[in-house]
Every structure is written in structure tokens, then in C-alpha cells.
């Protein structure tokens, strides 16, 4: 799969949190994330992996209870069914990739 990029297409499941599905296979889906400052993501968790890289901005985030500041170039591994949040310090963008594929992310 080859997509061009535009900047059309985000969702918002959190308010202050937009989400685009750039592209997917068989077993990963990548995604783009913008985070508002002053935003939360609340706590869940998910079957999926999650994998992510801070392209800009700043965020504490918190793997099952322990926080880490996030700052451009970061990047993060949550395991499947390990509960996180994020509290949203700078307008920040990450790219994340879910494996397997989230079938609720899929465009």
C-alpha cells in the first residue's frame, strides 16, 4: 500500500486529539497523531502494541502508572492490554504504529 500525504482525513476521538490512519498492512497500522496542549488522553488500554515516535511538541506520558516526558525524538513501546494515558504539555504530533492491525482505526 502507497499513500500521498494530505492534510485531510483526521478524526477526533478525545477532544484536543485528532487522528489520521496514514496506512496499514496485514499486521501494522501506522498513524498520525495531533495533540492540543492541555489535552488528555484518558487511561485504557487495548489488545494492540503501540509503538511511538514524538515528532514535536512535549507530553508526559504514563505506561501502567509510570510517567515519562516525552519531548521531540522520543519514542515509547506500550504492550498489548497495559493500561497508559497522556496529559498534553505543547501542541505535539506522534506517529504510532499498532500491531495487529486496529480494525477501529482502519479508514
Do not use: C
Not at 489535552?39 to 494492540?48: F, G, I, R
Not at 509510570?66 to 501542541?91: K, Q
Amino acid at each position: 500500500m502507497f499513500v500521498q500525504h494530505t492534510d485531510d482525513g483526521f478524526v477526533s476521538p478525545v477532544e484536543g486529539i485528532e487522528m489520521k490512519t496514514l496506512v496499514y498492512g496485514e499486521k501494522s497500522l501506522l498513524s498520525r497523531f495531533h495533540l492540543k496542549k492541555g489535552s488528555k488522553l484518558p487511561a485504557h488500554s487495548h489488545p494492540h502494541e503501540q509503538t511511538g515516535f514524538m515528532v514535536a511538541g512535549k507530553m508526559t506520558l504514563y505506561i501502567d502508572q509510570e510517567g515519562f516526558l516525552v519531548e521531540p525524538g522520543d519514542s515509547w513501546s506500550i504492550p498489548g492490554n497495559v493500561e497508559h494515558r497522556a496529559e498534553v504539555m505543547e501542541d505535539s504530533v506522534a506517529i504510532e504504529v499498532f500491531s495487529p492491525v486496529r480494525e477501529d482505526y482502519l479508514p
